[in-house]
Nanobody, 120 residues
Framework: QVQVVESGGGLVQAGGSLTLSCVASGSILSINAMGWYRQAPGKQREMVAT???????KYADSVKGRFTISNDKSKNRVYLQMNSLKPDDTAVYYCAANLERLCWGPRHYWGQGTQVTVSS
């Protein structure tokens, strides 16, 4: 089995910072990409930042310049450094990993989410 687990969420004042971490574990052959998505109440889940195996990074316009995604591929880990947080950043943040297992093609695996709350 594969597990994707996020950590680092919490309550922070506007203008503050948080760092999220996500690790994928289990019988993983390779990871094609990892990234972060978020879902706020009443809104659809949206992509925040993604990083593929070739190092290509994509950010949502709303977080560009404030958030930084990075990874440690040897540990199947991805980070999201969030600076200058705004109340609009309040959401459940989900880690996603597109990976391959032995005898399986690419699959998309999701973590359970971590709550980020930014107070005014």
């Amino acid at each position: 089995q594969v597990q994707v687990v996020e950590s680092g969420g919490g309550l922070v004042q506007a203008g503050g910072s948080l760092t999220l971490s996500c690790v994928a574990s289990g019988s993983i052959l390779s990871i094609n990409a990892m990234g972060w998505y978020r879902q706020a109440p009443g809104k659809q889940r949206e992509m925040v930042a993604t990083l593929n195996n070739d190092g290509m990074i994509k950010y949502a316009d709303s977080v560009k310049g404030r958030f930084t995604i990075s990874n440690d591929k040897s540990k199947n880990r991805v980070y999201l450094q969030m600076n200058s947080l705004k109340p609009d950043d309040t959401a459940v943040y989900y880690c996603a990993a597109n990976l391959e297992r032995l005898c399986w093609g690419p699959r998309h695996y999701w973590g359970q989410g971590t709550q980020v709350t930014v107070s005014s």
